[in-house]
């Protein structure tokens, strides 16, 4: 019969004592073999492409290039790399974007060595597992889905106020100094962001949920 090749793994983090943890619990079992580790996202990016691990326990958190920026980038260039995203943090936002960007897996770091090395067993054979926190905030995200246009940048936000006011293009360059066709594809971007076709729909967005101060327009 023939022996299993151990799981490749590869650590990152920017605290040194998380990263030599990680490193010492999994010593301990043979179906792993700790290949590479990396200290923030830009060298994750690097490392992982070169060492091409099978398992990468990724944190969130980090200066410079973050976690979610790192899973982005190491899954459209190594897609067939498995990541585990393992957090102190359970925020709804912060649990979606890891999944979006392409982590297999959402653990929070209060996790047991045995839970974690389930999880890492499991992503490697292609399957997710969620903490019970970020199964509810996926939960909630589904049953309370946030407002749109929260990604409207500030200038769209003002664009989208004198919409509301009744101001057409024109008079919207003028209020704001910028030229015409800026104003043109502001107004485009906020069609799209708001998922409307028309001014009127936006506007109506605008007010259900609202999105614009009517008491700074007046």
């Known amino acids: 019969m023939m022996e299993m090749k151990p799981i490749r793994v590869m650590i990152v983090d920017d605290h040194d004592m998380v990263r030599n943890g990680l490193s010492v619990l999994l010593s301990t079992f043979s179906q792993f073999k700790l290949i590479a580790e990396a200290s923030n996202g830009e060298e994750a990016i690097r490392v992982?492409?070169?060492?091409?691990?099978?398992?990468?326990?990724?944190?969130?958190?980090?200066?410079?290039?973050?976690?979610?920026?790192?899973?982005?980038?190491?899954?459209?260039?190594?897609?067939?790399?498995?990541?585990i995203a393992l957090t102190s943090f359970k925020e709804q936002n912060l649990v979606y974007e890891a999944l979006q960007a392409g982590a297999i897996s959402y653990l929070l770091k209060n996790v047991s060595i045995d839970e974690l090395a389930e999880s890492?067993?499991?992503?490697?054979?292609?399957?997710?597992?969620?903490?019970?926190?970020?199964?509810?905030a996926l939960i909630s995200a589904v049953t309370h889905p946030p407002a749109p246009a929260h990604d409207l940048t500030e200038r769209e936000q003002e664009v989208l106020a004198l919409i509301v006011k009744g101001m057409n293009n024109p008079d919207i360059a003028e209020h704001l100094t910028i030229s015409r066709s800026t104003v043109k594809n502001h107004v485009s971007n906020i069609l799209a962001k708001l998922d409307v076709s028309s001014r009127a729909e936006a506007i109506v967005v605008a007010l259900q949920h609202k999105l614009v101060d009517m008491e700074s327009i007046q």
């Open 120 to 136: 890492i067993m499991a992503a490697y054979q292609g399957k997710s597992t969620l903490a019970p926190e970020a199964t509810q």
């Open 48 to 83: 992982s492409n070169e060492m091409r691990p099978d398992v990468l326990i990724m944190d969130l958190v980090m200066p410079g290039i973050n976690g979610v920026q790192a899973i982005d980038a190491i899954h459209k260039n190594c897609p067939q790399i498995k990541i």
